[in-house]
C-alpha cells in the first residue's frame, strides 16, 4: 500500500473509542467521538491559503482535513475540534515522505511518516522536548486501529488506543 491508497481508504466518517493512560497522573481516560475526515482538492482556494500561510511548495501534496465531535462519559465536557494535515511525498517513493500539521491554523508541526511492510502508516513529530509517535492500521477496510505514545525527555507520558468504524451510508430501497 503506498500513501495515496492509505489515504484514500482513511477518508470518510468514523465512530472512534478511545481510552488514554496518563502516566504521569497515573490516569485513565475512555471516550467516544464522530470523526470526519475528508480530502482538500490541490486547487482549492482552502488549499492554496495553507500553502501559502506555511510557505510550503504545494506540488506532491495531499491534504486532510479532520473534524471531530466527542461524546464524553458523563459528567465531563463536550469537545469538538479539527485539524489540518499535509502529507508529502516524493515522485519515487510513496512510503515515506513529511508531514506537516497545523495546530488550530496558528503553528505548524513537522514530522514524517512511513508505511511499514504491513500496511501500518507511522506519524511521528518531535517538538518543544515532546516525541508522538502515531501508529495506524486497517483491520479490514471499515475497521480502522490507531495508537500513540508520547514521550517527554525520552520517557513515556501518555499513550492512548483508539478503536475506529467507518460509516457506511445506507441507501433507502425504493418500493
Known sequence: MDINT??????????????????NKEAVDNSKANLNINLLEQNSDQAKAIYQQNDINPENNIIITSY???????GKPKK????????????????NGKIWRL????????????IADDDSLTLTI???NQYVEERIWFAND?????N?????????????FYSEIKKIKVEESKS
Open 6 to 23: 492509505f489515504i484514500e481508504k482513511t477518508a470518510g466518517s468514523w465512530f472512534s473509542q478511545r481510552t488514554t493512560y496518563n502516566i
Open 68 to 74: 471531530w465531535d466527542n461524546s464524553p462519559d458523563w
Open 80 to 95: 469538538t475540534g479539527n485539524s489540518t494535515m499535509i502529507i508529502h511525498h516524493q515522485d519515487n517513493d510513496l512510503k
Open 103 to 114: 495546530v488550530d491554523n496558528k503553528h505548524v508541526l513537522e514530522g514524517q511518516y512511513t
Open 126 to 128: 518531535t517538538a518543544d
Open 142 to 146: 471499515n475497521l480502522r486501529m490507531r
Open 148 to 160: 500513540t505514545v508520547v514521550k517527554s525527555k525520552n520517557q513515556v507520558i501518555e499513550t492512548s
